[in-house]
């Protein structure tokens, strides 16, 4: 828990008593509790940064790496399509792995989440660091990018399925991790702002060779053109390397920060509760709850949107707008903007709800998207429509995590006895996020394959020009629309959170002044 002055410890599970005291066991006297005191800024800015790593080297990925594989490693898209999905579906396995491993940890000194983040740091940059590198072996190309891109996303999700269970261990109060989770997202943002500069500008700067004609048939020097393009090409590779180098060192620096400026505290009365429900029923019991269900399957196909977008974007600018030098640009202005309206967003959900923000900031995407569709080569309306597409993804960053405490609060209430869950419920929905992710990229990079592909080509085929533009526009829109029409289903609207924060705040009343029994804490969430 991040360190506050007084403020209360430990997370919703463990503030709902399993066991916390046994009728002969307790106290003569009762002590009063706690004032509850808000967390400061700093406490909120520290566990924030710890979010900045993952955003950092997934927003490299995600928007970079189809590309490095395809015109910079040129690796075949037949081949680079099973390495970005295989990546991806392993990634998606390795989040309920890890979250079971955390749940059958015991407390250290460091705490029980805080080992898993120090101890995979620095392998996960050596990982990173090697996804970019280009091997001297063509033969060994598939498997070296796909032995590295998998040990990655195995140590990256070691740091971010514990980082992400740590929103449960920042306050007991809603309104403060609701607080806690806007500081994080716009980090989180400015994370994605730093990955898509660095990696975008200093590779952007590197004169990426392509070939007018893929036979060679065009090439009237033949040597002196081979040279230039192998030149070009090594600095290219490079330029990949300096990036992954400046971001390996961000990523070190935020972990740092996380380390120092977070502890988790155990709950005083911990000791005496009952030991935690084992993984598998854990397991049942998360995924049979209705809300959790519902808010993964509207999440599931609006994330599945933007990933898709995300995948495809540098593609899509460099050869169906024609904007080979500016598609770093235009990342930059889709995170820029998206990281100034993180704040509006927490204003709004504050004010109409979540639901609501959901409806209106989501679906802000689709008519930019039709638009993005609609224009032909226009730098200046791509830039207006890249600004206005950074509002909504704004929205797609905050609003999950923003939601998931609630939905956990919920379950709390209905299983009372049921602690320990929170690292499966944050890692199941990872995991359907990135298994749909990389199905989508699977898809999409062996959809241009059979659309005819040409690596390290300077323009493309008709028909992979129209394929990027369904990949990033017409499909997104669908998977949105399909989206929102689930959250229709979603119940935790406004007034059951008001309800569930009265009743959650009755329990840890109860639990803190009289010690209640199993049956006490029972009776009393039934009542409630």
């Known amino acids: 828990m991040a360190k506050g002055e007084g403020a209360e410890s430990g997370s919703a599970a463990g503030l709902l008593p399993t066991g916390i005291l046994q009728a002969g066991e307790r106290p003569d006297q009762v002590k009063e509790p706690k004032k509850k005191q808000q967390l400061s800024i700093c406490n909120k800015l520290c566990y924030a940064v710890g979010g900045a790593p993952y955003q950092v080297t997934g927003c490299a990925l995600g928007f970079f790496l189809q590309i490095y594989l395809l015109d910079v490693a040129q690796v075949d898209p037949f081949y680079a399509s099973i390495i970005l999905f295989l990546g991806r579906a392993w990634d998606a396995f390795t989040d309920p792995l890890v979250g079971f491993c955390i749940s059958k940890s015991s407390w250290t000194r460091l705490g029980r989440l805080m080992p898993w983040i120090i101890f995979s740091t620095p392998l996960a940059i050596i990982a990173y660091f090697l996804i970019w590198f280009v091997p001297d072996f063509p033969q060994v190309q598939v498997l070296w990018?796909?032995?590295?891109?998998?040990?990655?996303?195995?140590?990256?999700?070691?740091?971010?399925?514990?980082?992400?269970?740590?929103?449960?261990?920042?306050?007991?109060?809603?309104?403060?991790?609701?607080?806690?989770?806007?500081?994080?997202?716009?980090?989180?943002?400015?994370?994605?702002?730093?990955?898509?500069?660095?990696?975008?500008?200093?590779?952007?700067?590197?004169?990426?060779?392509?070939?007018?004609?893929?036979?060679?048939?065009?090439?009237?020097?033949?040597?002196?053109?081979?040279?230039?393009s192998t030149t070009s090409l090594r600095e290219t590779q490079n330029a990949y390397l300096l990036a992954a180098g400046v971001i390996a060192s961000i990523y070190i620096v935020c972990a740092v920060i996380l380390v120092l400026g977070v502890r988790e505290q155990r709950e005083p009365y911990e000791s005496q509760q009952a030991e935690p429900i084992s993984y598998i029923r854990g397991l049942r019991l998360v995924m049979s709850h209705g809300p959790y269900v519902k808010l993964i399957a509207g999440f599931l196909f609006t994330s599945l949107a933007f990933m898709l977008v995300e995948g495809n974007f540098a593609l899509f600018c460099t050869y169906t707008l024609g904007f080979r030098n500016e598609f770093q640009n235009l990342l930059l202005a889709i995170m820029l903007s998206a990281t100034f309206t993180i704040p509006f967003w927490q204003w709004f959900l504050t004010q109409f709800g979540k639901k609501t923000a959901v409806y209106i900031g989501i679906s802000s995407a689709v008519p930019f998207l039709i638009l993005m569709a609609l224009i032909e080569r226009n730098l200046i309306i791509t830039y207006v429509v890249a600004v206005a597409a950074g509002i909504s993804v704004a929205a797609a960053f905050l609003l999950p995590w923003s939601m998931l405490p609630d939905v956990i609060d919920d379950f709390h209430l209905k299983q009372p006895h049921s602690r320990g869950t929170e690292p499966i419920f944050f890692s199941f929905y990872v995991f359907f996020t990135k298994f749909a992710s990389g199905v989508s990229l699977g898809i999409s990079t062996l959809s241009l394959d059979f659309a005819g592909y040409q690596t390290r080509g300077c323009s493309q085929p008709a028909g992979v020009r129209f394929t990027l533009k369904m990949l990033v526009t017409m499909a997104p829109i669908v998977l949105i629309l399909l989206g929102l029409l689930l959250f229709k289903l979603y119940p935790i609207d406004e007034e059951r959170r008001r309800q569930n924060k009265k009743a959650l705040q009755a329990l840890r009343e109860e639990a803190s002044s009289s010690g209640c029994s199993d049956t006490d804490s029972t009776e009393l969430a039934s009542i409630l």
């Open 145 to 228: 990018y796909l032995l590295f891109y998998c040990l990655f996303e195995t140590l990256v999700t070691c740091f971010h399925v514990p980082y992400s269970a740590l929103t449960m261990f920042i306050s007991t109060e809603q309104s403060e991790r609701d607080s806690a989770t806007a500081y994080r997202m716009t980090v989180e943002v400015l994370g994605t702002v730093l990955g898509t500069a660095i990696q975008g500008q200093i590779v952007g700067q590197a004169d990426i060779p392509c070939l007018q004609d893929p036979n060679g048939s065009a090439v009237t020097s033949e040597g002196a053109n081979r040279t230039h």
